[in-house]
């Protein structure tokens, strides 16, 4: 896979991303120095290398959702084909193919426990091929890959002038016609209003009076969906951990800090806290993973998995899988 060196431009660009995955070309520019089509050029640039993406979605936390890691393990012949099955799910995303490519980590978001358990406790089981399901509910987040620090170079100040005001008000709750707005931004969160107007049915003014409305309490979320292999990051690891429930905040919040760290929460099970980090190389991980991690206190327990390859992150699955499990 080629990779994709960024200059100064390319850096303050993708960290005002993170910050508001619709902010204005005009508003970046300004930050940044540079002209409105310099920044429109270089956006376009990543996204058609496959750098980045922005991709808009209900926010789990206001429509009232729970998510869940799933952590499963195959037949040797099957992790491909489980992945792209689960990838095609809507409550699904973060698809993992792990280690030999029989094992499988990704996120759930369950609107309910019919939803929840019809997956988990249904579908997942009685698929032949799957040997081994462990659920992990999330419980604290201290990293999100959308706001993965060690691509920050912004200041303060430009950091403070792009940031997007906080939610207001009480959660607004999706409606049923909001499903085809939350599908085509799942495809392209920066999508004009024309194209989501043409996708949903609805005049432009009306698409962005709703926009506004479900993102000013918090119901719609934008993020930057980035990939590190195209930006030299070529091993990308899930990491296990077990910590001592004293130090379990302590640890995340140390984890959350390292620009290597792209994921941490902490989570229910035997392994109390997940994350997902990226490093150059084997040899940059070995570094990592024996001198940052293993100077945390508290650390107790460390599994750590290679991610063979990425079948669906935030937004859309990487590839069309042909059946469910």
């Given at each position: 896979?080629?990779?994709?060196?960024?200059?100064?431009?390319?850096?303050?660009?993708?960290?005002?991303?993170?910050?508001?995955?619709?902010?204005?070309?005009?508003?970046?520019g300004?930050?940044?120095?540079?002209?409105?089509?310099?920044?429109?050029?270089?956006?376009?640039?990543?996204?058609t290398?496959?750098?980045?993406?922005?991709?808009?979605?209900?926010?789990?936390?206001?429509?009232g959702?729970?998510?869940?890691?799933?952590?499963?393990?195959?037949t040797p012949?099957?992790?491909?084909?489980?992945?792209?099955?689960?990838?095609?799910?809507?409550?699904?995303?973060?698809?993992?193919?792990?280690?030999?490519?029989?094992?499988?980590?990704c996120?759930?978001?369950?609107?309910?426990?019919?939803?929840?358990?019809?997956l988990?406790?249904h579908?997942l089981?009685?698929?032949?091929?799957?040997?081994?399901?462990s659920a992990?509910?999330?419980?604290?987040?201290?990293?999100?890959?959308?706001?993965?620090?060690?691509?920050?170079?912004?200041?303060?100040?430009?950091?403070?002038?792009l940031?997007?005001?906080?939610?207001?008000g009480t959660?607004?709750?999706?409606?049923?016609?909001?499903?085809?707005?939350?599908?085509?931004?799942?495809?392209?969160?920066?999508a004009?209003?024309?194209?989501?107007?043409?996708?949903?049915?609805?005049?432009?003014?009306?698409?962005?009076?709703?926009?506004?409305?479900?993102?000013r309490?918090?119901?719609?979320?934008?993020?930057?969906?980035?990939?590190?292999?195209?930006?030299?990051?070529?091993?990308?690891?899930?990491?296990?951990?077990?910590?001592?429930?004293?130090?379990?905040?302590?640890t995340?919040?140390?984890?959350?800090?390292?620009?290597?760290?792209?994921?941490?929460v902490?989570?229910?099970?035997?392994?109390?806290?997940?994350?997902?980090?990226?490093?150059?190389?084997?040899?940059d991980?070995?570094?990592?993973?024996?001198?940052?991690?293993?100077?945390?206190?508290?650390v107790q327990?460390?599994?750590?998995a290679?991610?063979?390859?990425?079948?669906?992150?935030?937004?859309?699955?990487?590839?069309?899988?042909a059946?469910?499990?």
């Amino acid at each position: 896979m080629e990779t994709v060196t960024l200059d100064d431009v390319d850096r303050g660009l993708i960290h005002a991303l993170q910050l508001d995955g619709r902010a204005p070309m005009r508003a970046i520019g300004h930050v940044l120095g540079v002209s409105e089509n310099t920044v429109a050029r270089r956006y376009q640039r990543l996204r058609t290398a496959g750098v980045l993406k922005i991709t808009g979605a209900l926010s789990g936390g206001e429509a009232g959702y729970t998510t869940w890691t799933l952590r499963l393990r195959t037949t040797p012949d099957a992790g491909a084909a489980v992945a792209d099955a689960l990838a095609d799910r809507p409550d699904v995303s973060w698809v993992h193919l792990l280690s030999g490519g029989t094992e499988i980590s990704c996120t759930v978001h369950a609107p309910d426990t019919a939803g929840r358990d019809d997956l988990l406790l249904h579908k997942l089981p009685r698929a032949s091929r799957v040997t081994a399901v462990s659920a992990h509910e999330l419980l604290h987040t201290f990293a999100l890959p959308d706001g993965w620090s060690g691509l920050h170079c912004l200041s303060p100040e430009q950091v403070e002038h792009l940031r997007p005001p906080e939610p207001e008000g009480t959660p607004v709750p999706p409606e049923p016609g909001d499903q085809a707005l939350f599908d085509a931004l799942a495809h392209d969160g920066r999508a004009s209003y024309t194209a989501l107007a043409a996708a949903t049915g609805w005049s432009d003014s009306t698409v962005r009076r709703r926009m506004d409305v479900l993102r000013r309490h918090g119901t719609l979320t934008y993020h930057l969906d980035i990939s590190p292999a195209r930006l030299g990051f070529r091993s990308e690891t899930r990491l296990w951990l077990t910590v001592s429930p004293a130090r379990l905040a302590e640890t995340g919040e140390a984890l959350a800090s390292h620009p290597e760290t792209s994921f941490a929460v902490a989570t229910t099970g035997t392994t109390n806290l997940t994350a997902m980090v990226n490093c150059r190389d084997g040899r940059d991980l070995y570094r990592y993973l024996t001198g940052r991690v293993a100077g945390i206190r508290g650390v107790q327990t460390l599994e750590s998995a290679p991610v063979i390859r990425t079948v669906k992150r935030a937004g859309t699955p990487l590839r069309r899988p042909a059946a469910r499990p």
